[in-house]
Nanobody, 124 residues
Framework: QVQLVESGGGLVQAGGSLRLSCADP????????MAWFRQAPGKEREFVAA????????NYADSVKGRSTISRDHAENTVYLQMNSLKPEDTAVYYC?????????????????WGQGTQVTVSS
């Protein structure tokens, strides 16, 4: 069973930084592509970033490209989302997601497993 546990959210001023973490206590996530999504109040959940199983390939939404970096540490069974130059419009609940895939390029679709989410609030 895949369990994803997010952490690292919080309140930050515009222009600040946060690093979100997503751990897999079951220690099987090395077989999965991983991604971050977010959902702001009153809006649909949207893709933020994804990383391949190997960590060699990444994919970003235009809204965060250049400001965010997704990475993974296989030894720690953890995936990270480093977010810089945060804006009030980045305020949302951020979700970690996983899917088993053999694809080398991580897609935005088809994620089967989800964490409980972590709140990110950016004040102006």
């Amino acid at each position: 069973q895949v369990q994803l546990v997010e952490s690292g959210g919080g309140l930050v001023q515009a222009g600040g930084s946060l690093r979100l973490s997503c751990a897999d206590p079951g220690r099987i996530f090395s077989r999965f592509a991983m991604a971050w999504f977010r959902q702001a109040p009153g809006k649909e959940r949207e893709f933020v970033a994804a990383i391949s199983r190997s960590g060699d390939n990444t994919n970003y939404a235009d809204s965060v490209k250049g400001r965010s970096t997704i990475s993974r540490d296989h030894a720690e069974n953890t995936v990270y989302l480093q977010m810089n130059s945060l804006k009030p419009e980045d305020t949302a609940v951020y979700y970690c997601a996983a899917k088993f895939t053999t694809a080398t390029i991580p897609s935005q679709l088809g994620y089967d497993y989800w964490g409980q989410g972590t709140q990110v609030t950016v004040s102006s």
